[in-house]
């Protein structure tokens, strides 16, 4: 493993921690890569990482806890948890099939926000609201993957629940389950 790790690092570099465990075992564990590049930190076990789309996964967990609970429903319409929401005809279900139609966030939106801060899902959904883009495809008709719907889910997380979006995932999956990292 460790042979083609490295060979593959000195002919395609990438950055990354590689960590392989069995029964408990560490088998093999190593950084490639910096950190930060331009100032050549090497990248270590301790360095964390966005972990972005993989995310979605734990959103989808946080709203089946809320159906579970019995305050959700998957067909109930977005607007129902987000009174604001812009578009009427979009169930819960719809963001978490990919199957809205929503915006494109990275081609029709992104572009458009402050880059100046951070912005997050409130911000997103006041431009949405402002600027009336049409949806790509009636909802429930196409497959598009589309990452500001996981957003709307989290919004969703936090109405329902009064907690904030990191408070909720806390408290309801890590630490049950004793992730620590």
């Given at each position: 493993?460790?042979?083609?790790?490295?060979?593959?690092?000195?002919?395609?570099?990438?950055?990354?921690?590689?960590?392989?465990t069995?029964?408990?075992?560490?088998?093999?564990?190593k950084?490639?890569?910096?950190?930060?590049?331009?100032?050549?930190?090497?990248?270590t076990?301790?360095?964390?990482?966005?972990v972005?789309?993989?995310?979605?996964?734990?959103?989808?967990?946080?709203?089946?806890?809320l159906?579970?609970?019995?305050?959700?429903?998957?067909?109930?319409?977005v607007?129902?948890?987000?009174?604001?929401f812009?578009?009427?005809?979009?169930?819960?279900?719809?963001?978490?099939?990919?199957?809205?139609?929503?915006?494109?966030f990275w081609?029709?939106?992104?572009?458009?926000?402050?880059?100046?801060?951070?912005?997050?899902?409130?911000?997103?959904?006041?431009?949405?609201?402002?600027?009336?883009?049409?949806?790509?495809?009636?909802?429930?008709t196409?497959?598009?993957?589309?990452?500001?719907?996981?957003?709307?889910?989290?919004?969703?997380?936090?109405?329902?629940?009064?907690?904030?979006?990191?408070?909720?995932?806390?408290?309801?999956?890590?630490?049950?389950?004793?992730?620590?990292?």
């Open positions: 493993i460790q042979y083609i790790l490295d060979s593959t690092y000195s002919s395609s570099p990438f950055f990354g921690n590689v960590l392989i069995k029964n408990n075992k560490v088998l093999f564990e950084s490639y890569g910096y950190s930060d590049a331009p100032n050549k930190i090497a990248l076990n301790e360095n964390s990482f966005q972005a789309s993989i995310s979605k996964q734990f959103t989808a967990t946080g709203i089946m806890i159906k579970n609970k019995g305050v959700l429903e998957y067909d109930s319409l607007c129902k948890y987000i009174s604001i812009p578009y009427k005809n979009i169930t819960v279900r719809h963001l978490l099939t990919h199957s809205s139609g929503l915006p494109n081609d029709d939106i992104t572009h458009n926000l402050d880059a100046t801060r951070s912005n997050g899902n409130k911000d997103v959904l006041e431009y949405l609201i402002q600027h009336q883009l049409p949806l790509q495809f009636e909802p429930g196409k497959f598009q993957y589309a990452d500001i719907g996981y957003d709307f889910l989290a919004t969703i997380i936090e109405n329902i629940s009064g907690l904030s979006y990191q408070e909720f995932m806390y408290l309801n999956i890590f630490k049950p389950l004793k992730m620590k990292n």
